[in-house]
């Protein structure tokens, strides 16, 4: 591993793979740890990743605080595929994470006006006749202005 | 991006915070928006898409308009 395309490379599917194994995240130095790089040149690419938008971090730290689609900490959107149970983002990545994980797999989440219950259903990467619609509030182009809310 | 029952649901939900409403499309448009953007996340050789790519993924879904565009 040389390139900084190569070592970010390597990070981003450590990140992903550890994230599904263990329902969490990996902290910056646990990456280095299992890909054997020093640890300035992991946070190196953490960061590079961040500039990507590949990963989140919570504010002022290198902890992972979305992966996308998936969520390192409790959301509406809870996916359960044959993989595992997983938070997601919003209701695209909560699609996501069932269509990353081979596009099999239900999303529950709440209607935010009534509050009542929704399941999202997709089976062999056909989406199962559900009512609803989705929305969102902020214009593409502003989205990772804060990527928290769109 | 959040999912509701109705689009009246979404036109309750925006009154009662005084925001405007943004774009309102269907749960078969949001499963598009997953599967293209994420179905190929765990493979080596993913990359971002790039903002024409993005548009066009968009595009393909019906998701059209000066919402969506990106520069």
């Known amino acids: ?34 890909l054997g790089l020093p640890p300035a040149e992991a946070e190196g690419s953490f960061r590079r990743l961040e500039e990507g938008h590949v990963l989140v971090f919570e504010p002022g730290t290198l902890d992972v605080w ?9 959301t509406d959107f809870s996916v359960e595929t044959p993989r595992g149970t997983y938070w ?16 099999d797999g239900v999303a529950s989440t709440h209607c935010p ?27 593409a182009r502003h989205w990772w202005a804060d990527i928290g809310y769109t | 991006m959040l999912a509701f029952r109705g689009e009246a649901h979404v036109e309750r939900w925006c009154e009662a ?3 405007p409403q943004g774009a309102v499309f269907g749960l078969d448009q949001a499963w598009g928006l997953g599967r293209e953007w994420y179905a190929d996340k765990l493979s ?16 393909r879904l019906g998701l059209t308009g000066d919402f969506w565009r990106l520069a």
């Not at chain 1, 450590?14 to 990996?26: E, K, N, Q, S």
Request: with cysteine; hydrophobic share 40%; proline share 9%.
């Open chain 1, 88 to 103: 997601a983002n919003c209701v695209w990545d909560a699609f996501g994470v069932v269509a990353m994980l081979g596009g």
């Open chain 2, 17 to 19: 915070r005084r925001i």
């Open chain 1, 66 to 74: 979305m992966a996308n689609p998936l969520s390192a900490v409790p």
């Open chain 1, 1 to 34: 591993m040389h390139s900084s395309e190569e070592v970010d490379r390597a990070v981003r599917l450590c990140v992903y793979r550890r994230f599904l194994d263990h329902g969490t995240p990996p902290r910056v130095d646990q990456v280095a740890d299992e």
């Open chain 1, 113 to 139: 006006c009534c509050d009542e219950p929704m399941e999202l259903g997709v089976e062999s990467w056909e989406l199962r006749p559900a009512e609803g619609v989705a929305h969102f509030a902020v214009p």
């Open chain 2, 44 to 59: 080596p050789e993913w990359h971002r898409a790039t903002p024409e790519e993005a548009e066009a993924t968009w595009a």
